[in-house]
Every structure is written in C-alpha cells, then in structure tokens.
C-alpha cells in the first residue's frame, strides 16, 4: 500500500514575524510535522563554530540538509527557519514568507529581549525585505508568496488559506 503524497512547506521571514506561531497551529490542523531548524540544530548540536558579532552559535547547513533530507523526501514537513537559500530547491513544494510591519517587529523583538545591534540588524533585515529577496532568488517565482502577519486575525487568514492549499494540493497529488 503506497502512503498518501503530503506536501512540504517553508515557514521563512526575519525573527519575529510569526513563523513559530503561524507553524505550530499549522501542523495542528493539516497533521502535518512542525520543525524547527533552530530546535532541530540545538538538539543535535549541529554548530560549527561561534558568532562572536552576534553572540549566537553558526548553523552547520550541510549536516541539517543531511539530518532532514530522509524525511523531507517521505513529504508532509511545515519547515520552519529566518533563512531559505540553505536548503535544496527540490525540497519544497511552496514557500511563505511572512511580513510585519517594522514598529510593531520591533516591539516583538525588544519584548523577546534583543536590544542593540541585534535589534536594529533584524528590523532592518525587515525594511530590506531581505528574506523575501533571498526566497525569490532561491525557488521558483511562482511558488514563493508574500503574507501579512500584523494581527491575529491575519494568523486566522493565513491559516485558513494554508489549510485549504494543503488539502487541495492532497486531493490533486493523490
Ligand atoms: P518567529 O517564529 O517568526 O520568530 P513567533 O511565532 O515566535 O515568530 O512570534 C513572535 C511574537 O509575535 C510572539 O509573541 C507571537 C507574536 N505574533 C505572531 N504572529 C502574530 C500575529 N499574526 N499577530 C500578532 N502577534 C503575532
């Protein structure tokens, strides 16, 4: 018996727009798995070296590729990462990249504890729409899309229409 076909989507954008949130309720209501690259590579220690800039570890990209690739290929995986261009094109049937407005971004930043350079360095990743240009240089045009997550009722929107792509890319696949 062959099992059913379930797609993979990329959660992206800069820290703080609501990927996390967004993710986690997603996985809820389709079934499909939630992961973290941040969790996964603290679990697995997968660093290769020191971020003295920013205080923060360097993700080893070639061993989280490596770690996900089995289950990436099974389908059915809502990926969840500040960055897009680390993981194989092929992985991916459709890419979101969710937006917040800055003054509220920083808000949400500050309120998570970053302060200074840290602080500024995202919100102006934001302004810059940097990951939003890094995911259309990265995939398909067509298969990358733009989504508002200002309010709850934005998270209710793209919710909604998340699901419904899920369930009609199921029923076409199947
Ligand atoms: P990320 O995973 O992108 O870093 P998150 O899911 O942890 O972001 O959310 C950051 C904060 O913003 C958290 O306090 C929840 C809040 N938030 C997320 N989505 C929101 C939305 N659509 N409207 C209002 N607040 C939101």
New binding site residues.
């Given amino acids: 018996m062959k099992m059913k076909k379930r797609p993979n989507i990329l959660l992206t954008?800069?820290?703080?727009?609501?990927?996390?949130?967004?993710?986690k309720e997603l996985a809820q209501q389709t079934g499909l798995t939630y992961i973290n690259i941040g969790d996964l590579a603290q679990e697995g220690q997968l660093y290769e070296g020191y971020d003295e800039e920013y205080q923060c570890p360097i993700l080893d990209e070639d061993r989280v590729v490596d770690e996900l690739d089995e289950k990436m290929v099974e389908g059915g995986v809502i990926v969840?990462y500040?960055g897009c261009d680390l993981f194989p094109e092929r992985w991916f049937h459709i890419v979101f990249v969710?937006r917040t407005d800055n003054t509220q971004l920083y808000t949400?930043l500050e309120?998570?504890g970053y302060t200074g350079k840290k602080l500024q360095d995202n919100v102006q990743c934001e302004i810059f729409q940097t990951i939003y240009e890094e995911a259309m240089e990265a995939y398909s045009e067509e298969i990358v899309h733009q989504l508002p997550?200002?309010?709850?009722e934005?998270?209710e929107r793209?919710l909604e229409q998340i699901v419904n792509w899920t369930e009609q890319w199921m029923k076409d696949h199947n």
């Fill in positions: 954008g800069t820290p703080g727009v609501g990927k996390t949130t967004l993710g969840d500040h969710l949400r309120s998570r997550s200002n309010t709850p934005d998270l793209n």
